[in-house]
């Protein structure tokens, strides 16, 4: 059974950093694109940045400049350094896995979405 489990999320003051983790577990034989994805209260989930299984990366403008995604793709892991985080950046942090190909014993292989279950970053004074 494949999972995505997050960590790092917290509480920093405005111009502070934090960096989110995101591990994938399982029977995974290729991840095509990881990502991380954020809602705040009362506003659609949205797009942060993501990662190819090749290095291309897409970022969203709100956050291009401040926000880094890497992935390593040995450990199945992708990494979202937030720097420069500012109030409106508060929100629940989600990492995805997209085009994940997971081993089901005896059986065909199969290609599905993931998400994780988020993590809470709070940008405040």
């Known amino acids: 059974q494949v999972q995505l489990v997050e960590s790092g999320g917290g509480l920093v003051q405005p111009g502070g950093s934090l960096r989110l983790s995101c591990a994938a577990s399982g029977s995974i034989l290729h991840i095509n694109a990881m990502g991380w994805y954020r809602q705040a209260p009362g506003k659609e989930r949205e797009l942060v940045a993501t990662i190819g299984s090749g290095g291309s990366t897409n970022i969203a403008d709100s956050v291009k400049g401040r926000f880094t995604i890497s992935r390593d793709n040995a450990k199945n892991t992708v990494y979202l350094q937030m720097n420069s985080l500012k109030p409106e950046d508060t929100a629940v942090y989600y990492c995805?896995?997209?085009?994940?190909?997971?081993?089901?014993?005896?059986?065909?292989?199969?290609?599905?979405?993931?998400w994780g279950q988020g993590t809470q970053v709070t940008v405040s004074s």
């Open positions: 995805s896995a997209g085009g994940l190909l997971s081993a089901q014993g005896m059986g065909l292989p199969i290609m599905s979405d993931y």
